[in-house]
């Protein structure tokens, strides 16, 4: 991880990467480095440069290790970056599944290109409520708790799994590989949610069946 200070040491952002054989997400790129989040905190430090100036931090290391390139995840949706930044340093898409677009930027052309992997193919296996997560974020625990509360107040049996290596993550049913709400097999959520949230997700399975 690198953290991005000002001149006060003050935070403003950060990138988060790994090797993709240790990718915490459904994705397949032996030779890759990839980027598991990035963020630049407040208004005030955005379209500034600093998510290109951590992504050239990325891309040096991963050139010094004499890897094939880069690659991340991105959407237009929830909870992860947008593919634009991508784009304007020099990433082309090279794969799309659902909401989920894979980026990459190579400078060994022999290399093959990154892939997702199918996640929907993972889904059927989880019958009535299930909940898979894992603490490569830090913000799963508070919202695996709040979950698990709520579905006991509403008198629903929901199965809580910890998702405990990047093995197991990349075998997940979802995109975003560390947290999956499921009912049937069939994703409700691939990102971590409040109580609020959850509520509304209950009422409408509820008033559904």
Not at 29 to 45: K, T, V
Not at 97 to 103: C, I, K, S
Not at 179 to 207: C, M, P, V, W
Request: aromatic share 12%; proline share 3%; hydrophobic share 40%.
């Amino acid at each position: 991880m690198k953290i991005l200070k000002d001149a006060d040491n003050k935070a403003i952002g950060f990138i988060e990467y790994v090797p993709a054989a240790h990718a915490w997400r459904p994705i397949h790129a032996p030779g890759f480095m990839f980027i598991h989040c990035m963020y630049i905190y407040g208004n005030q430090y955005k379209n500034q440069g600093y998510g290109s100036q951590l992504l050239k931090h990325c891309e040096a290391e991963a050139k010094a290790k004499k890897m094939a390139g880069v690659c991340a995840m991105t959407s237009k949706g929830t909870w992860i970056i947008d593919g634009r930044l991508f784009e304007k340093n020099g990433y082309a898409p090279v794969d799309q599944r659902d909401r989920f677009d894979l980026y990459s930027k190579k400078w060994d052309v022999s290399a093959v290109d990154p892939k997702l992997l199918d996640w929907t193919a993972q889904q059927k296996k989880y019958q009535g409520w299930q909940l898979l997560y894992a603490n490569q974020c830090p913000w799963h625990e508070k919202s695996v708790n709040a979950i698990k509360a709520t579905a006991e107040a509403y008198g629903i049996d929901i199965k809580v799994k910890k998702i405990n290596s990047a093995k197991e993550a990349r075998k997940a049913p979802s995109g975003f590989g560390v947290f999956s709400l499921l009912k049937d097999g069939k994703l409700l959520e691939d990102h971590y949610i409040s109580a609020t949230r959850f509520k509304n997700i209950l009422e409408k399975e509820l008033h559904a069946s």
